[in-house]
Nanobody, 131 residues
Framework: QVQLVESGGGLVQAGDSLRLSCVASGRTFNEFKSFSLAWFRRAPGKEREFVAIITWTGRTTNYADSVKGRFTLSRGNAKGTVYLQMNSLKPEDTAVYYC?????????????????????WGQGTQVTVSS
């Protein structure tokens, strides 16, 4: 079993900041020696898109071009806890944000940006940015 719980979404104005949290847990997750934790988002009427990823043992992070320089993904102290700090938010950042994980660590953009590579997903948290 793997459970992913996202939190921290809300309604903000353009230029504001938000911090999303994702906590992964469960018996199966506890067996992961290495893993990737990623954020994706889906805006109304659009396809789900990759936002950011962190590899747990590799400690690498990668970001979509659309959020690079504004969003920062970091690890918490507890295994499976990550934070997505979102600064300078724009109305186009409005979406449901999903946390996803997989027992493999992904380093290739072609791989980590592909939602089908992740076996486990959270329920999502809504982020709305007003202009």
């Amino acid at each position: 079993q793997v459970q992913l719980v996202e939190s921290g979404g809300g309604l903000v104005q353009a230029g504001d900041s938000l911090r999303l949290s994702c906590v992964a847990s469960g018996r199966t997750f506890n067996e992961f020696k290495s893993f990737s934790l990623a954020w994706f988002r889906r805006a109304p009427g659009k396809e789900r898109e990759f936002v950011a990823i962190i590899t747990w043992t590799g400690r690498t992070t990668n970001y979509a071009d659309s959020v690079k320089g504004r969003f920062t993904l970091s690890r918490g102290n507890a295994k499976g806890t990550v934070y997505l700090q979102m600064n300078s938010l724009k109305p186009e950042d409005t979406a449901v944000y999903y946390c996803a994980t997989d027992r493999r660590e992904y380093y290739s953009p072609r791989t980590y940006s592909n939602a089908t590579m992740y076996d486990y997903w959270g329920q999502g948290t809504q982020v709305t940015v007003s202009s």
